[in-house]
């Protein structure tokens, strides 16, 4: 797994990081897939009655993230004033990007390991109250409790500065109603991140007026509505949320009132960092099982890989891929420096999410009807970036922010 194809100075705190990080995957996570094979690989066994994961599997999550929180890992990329490693968005895709090629779909326990920027500890957590650090943090850090990110809503998806959730102020705290769509991880989370309008004027004016909470989803008032199973996935990890008059204690609120949708852009930011990762890390890894196939599959007496017919396609997604993981890199430079690089952004994540699906279809392409089983997982981690071209931005989205900018005048490129 050389970075030799990379001219890039990487850090030697990220690339050992990432070293280490590849030898805690070998350690935990390969012997886990291989003990628990029988469980993990039994579609009848991997969903309760009510479409999601069965505590059995969650358990086996847990027992990776705790061991994962344990040797420091799991909370690598997490501001360090609420303990976590400081490391910053380079070192965020370079994990992501190592365990997405390493692993594939195949041994997905991995994609546990490093906290995801909306289930765990991450920046968006930075500004925790005083108690609700006490609180609510140890446990977050710990891996024990996880998070849920809710933003959209039925009325308002990338036009997300439309939510209609609303906190009022009830003299100490808030009052939460509303509700929230699309939510990851809520089946299993503890707490929901909640973006709720608390100035009605000023949200409706689109200045501000839109606050973050973290709110337990075991609060009276919270309910799961709807668990969503989305293409690709036999069990829901989706679902809609409803908020009914629900009591925010002051503790609760996460970062400036009325600044919410700045925190809310921070963990989509890091949400295009980790997408681009999975674009690049499953591109490859789709592209090492075409390469590997074609060399040994024959067909009219020869491999393959004698046709060009097969092997032109691949070599078109290995240069996409190679320039995904530049710009990859390249962004994640750039904002570790402090640079906005809005739009350096949204073009990392919208080539890396559509080269990795081409990858990942063209390979499937490369190995006849193999490809079209489940058994290859090829489909899988093609659902899974066809399904991220809409999630943390659309791709429409982030092309009509690079529009803007370019129309700005931010014409470098
Ligand atoms: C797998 C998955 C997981 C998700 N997890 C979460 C989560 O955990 N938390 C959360 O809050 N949300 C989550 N989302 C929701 C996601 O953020 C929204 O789906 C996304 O913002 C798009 O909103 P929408 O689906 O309402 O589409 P819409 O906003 O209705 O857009 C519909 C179509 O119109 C296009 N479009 C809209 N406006 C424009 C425009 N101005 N110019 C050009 N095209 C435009 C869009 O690109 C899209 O193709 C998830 C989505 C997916 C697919």
Redesign the pocket.
């Known amino acids: 797994m050389s970075m030799s194809a990379i001219a890039f100075d990487i850090p030697a705190e990220v690339r050992d990081a990432v070293e280490g990080l590849e030898a805690f995957v070998r350690r935990e996570v390969f012997p886990r897939h291989e003990k628990h094979a029988a469980l993990l690989n039994d579609e009848a066994r991997r969903i309760t009655p009510a479409g999601i994961l069965p505590h059995e599997i969650t358990d086996i999550i847990d027992e990776v993230r705790f061991a994962s929180a344990k040797a420091g890992y799991y909370a690598m990329c997490a501001p360090t004033e609420l303990g976590g490693g400081g490391l910053g968005l380079l070192a965020y895709f370079s994990a992501f990007e190592r365990i997405y090629h390493l692993c594939g779909p195949r041994q997905w326990l991995a994609h546990h390991i490093v906290s995801h920027w ?1 289930k765990g500890p991450s920046p968006v957590l930075k500004n925790l109250t005083a108690e609700a650090k006490v609180s609510m943090l140890p446990k977050i850090m710990s891996g024990e409790h996880t998070l ?5 809503e039925p009325g ?5 500065a439309g939510i209609q959730t609303r906190a009022d102020f009830d003299g100490d705290g808030w009052r939460l109603t509303g509700g ?6 809520a089946p299993h989370a503890e707490y929901c991140i909640v973006f709720a309008v608390t100035d009605p004027e000023a949200s409706a004016k689109r200045a501000g007026g839109i606050s973050t909470f973290l709110v337990p989803l075991k609060a009276p008032g919270v309910s799961i509505s709807r668990i969503i199973k ?1 293409w690709g996935s036999p069990v829901g990890d ?1 679902a809609e949320l409803r908020f009914d008059n629900v009591r925010i204690e002051p503790h609760q609120l996460l970062g400036k009132l009325g600044q919410g949708f700045a925190t809310a852009m921070l963990g989509v930011d890091l949400g295009r960092i980790y997408n681009s990762a999975r674009g690049v890390g499953l591109g490859r890894w789709a592209l090492d099982q075409a390469f590997d196939y074609v060399q040994v599959r024959k067909a009219f007496g020869k491999p393959i890989s004698e046709y060009q017919g097969v092997t032109f396609p691949l070599a078109e997604s290995a240069m996409q891929i190679h320039a995904a993981h530049l710009m990859a890199i390249n962004v994640a430079f750039l904002k570790d420096r402090g640079e906005r690089a809005v739009k350096e952004l949204g073009m990392a994540k919208a080539f890396a999410v559509e080269a990795g699906a081409r990858a990942v279809d063209r390979a499937m392409q490369a190995h006849g009807a193999m490809g079209m089983t489940n058994e290859l997982l090829l489909t899988e981690a093609y659902s899974t970036l066809r ?2 071209n ?8 982030l ?2 922010q690079i529009v803007k900018e370019m129309l700005a005048g931010h014409r470098d490129l």
């Open positions: 909306a849920c990110f809710g933003l959209s308002a998806g990338s036009d997300a929230k769509i699309w939510t990851t991880n989305m989706e399904k991220v809409i999630a943390d931005g659309s791709n429409e989205i092309r009509r």
